[in-house]
């Protein structure tokens, strides 16, 4: 730190995102992207053509994208705001709608920049603990009267509350906005977008960076009410008004036409989450019930920590954070069959080793 540093910022504690190691090969399933490359389409999306443009600013109001999305979220491109990955549009909700009075409110295991940004904006936070199993019980956000972020599935749970959950929360709450964090939904669960027609409070952020193979490409968007989304947009042309790359913006636009090549990822790595389960209940593992594209488990007897750093020293990462009450458990992202083979190898070595 430099004797430079607004006073503001001295008690900042920076997000850590996981590693992205340079050094050497291993099998990734720490940052829960997909082991999918993008649609041969989007290869072609982002052509020379396209590169040769790249003298001129992109659109900043995203038109074709936009209507794109809106078009296979049948909704109107008034309810879309574009965002450089939903870490982006999560920034542009603190600073738009959260201060000193309104507050916010998030689970208290959920994602780590809930609180990075609360802190940013130097907000008084209330962060909800989880019930048993790491549950989250709808009924501790009904009529709190602050507003809210929900990541839904959770991070890094993977445990996910039904639509008709979210409505009772957003309608108790007609004066807060609430923020529904769909950044995992595409792998088996029910998106609220269907609620954003009849509530104007709502948001729901989703991202390219998990379901659809691009979290290279940095993309995230919402879908709320025009007047929230005209709020987000104020928020974005104070700070970056190009924020989305004409690269990322046509990879998009062909990813959108290409869905079923996505659905059909999405069908592979439920098939290798159920998988990866069941193998390891025969390993004597716990596992949380999933819906997202990684699963959070742990061993007793047998440390995360421990667990961690044994997998990285045979090639394989997954995450663990040492906060108290999540040290016992590793979060390990859905790859391919031959990557969650690799890994479930690499566990029964690690668990004759201690045993
Ligand atoms: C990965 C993730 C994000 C961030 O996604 P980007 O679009 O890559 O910024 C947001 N929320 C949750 C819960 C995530 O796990």
Known sequence: MSRFLSAR??????????????????VKLNTNE????????????????????????PDPEGRALRQKLAEHYEVNAENIFLANGSDELLNFFFMAFCDGERGVAFPSVSYGFYPVYASLYQLPAEEIPLREDFRLEPSDYCGI?????????????????????????????PDHVVMIDEAYIDFGGESCLPLVGKYENLLVCQ???????????????????????????????????????????????????????????????QENRSYTVKELDKLGFETLPSKANFI??????????????????????????????????????????????????????ILEEVS
Request: hydrophobic share 40%; glycine share 8%.
């Open 9 to 26: 910022f001295t008690n900042l504690e920076a997000y850590v995102p996981g590693e992205q190691p340079q050094d050497m090969q291993y």
């Open 34 to 57: 997909s082991p999918f490359p993008p649609a041969p389409a989007v290869l072609e999306a982002v052509n020379a053509a396209e590169i040769s443009r790249l003298n001129l600013y």
């Open 145 to 173: 009267g602050k507003n809210i972020v929900i990541a839904n599935p959770n991070a890094p749970t993977g445990r996910i509350i039904g639509v008709e959950d979210i409505e009772r929360i957003v309608r108790s709450n």
């Open 207 to 269: 991202t390219f960076s998990k379901f659809r193979s691009l979290a290279g490409g940095r993309l995230g968007f919402a879908v709320g009410s025009p007047g929230l989304i005209e709020d987000l947009d104020k928020m974005k042309y104070s700070t970056n008004s190009y924020n989305i790359n004409r690269l990322t913006m046509a990879a998009a636009i062909a990813t959108i036409d290409h869905h079923e090549y996505y659905a059909a990822n999405s069908r592979r790595i």
């Open 296 to 349: 959070f488990t742990r061993c007793s007897g047998l440390d995360g920590g421990a667990l961690y750093r044994a997998l990285k020293s045979k090639g394989v990462l997954v995450r663990h954070w040492d906060r108290e009450a999540i040290a016992n458990w590793c979060r390990v992202t859905i790859g391919s069959r031959e990557q969650m083979d690799v890994f479930l190898e690499k566990v029964r070595e």
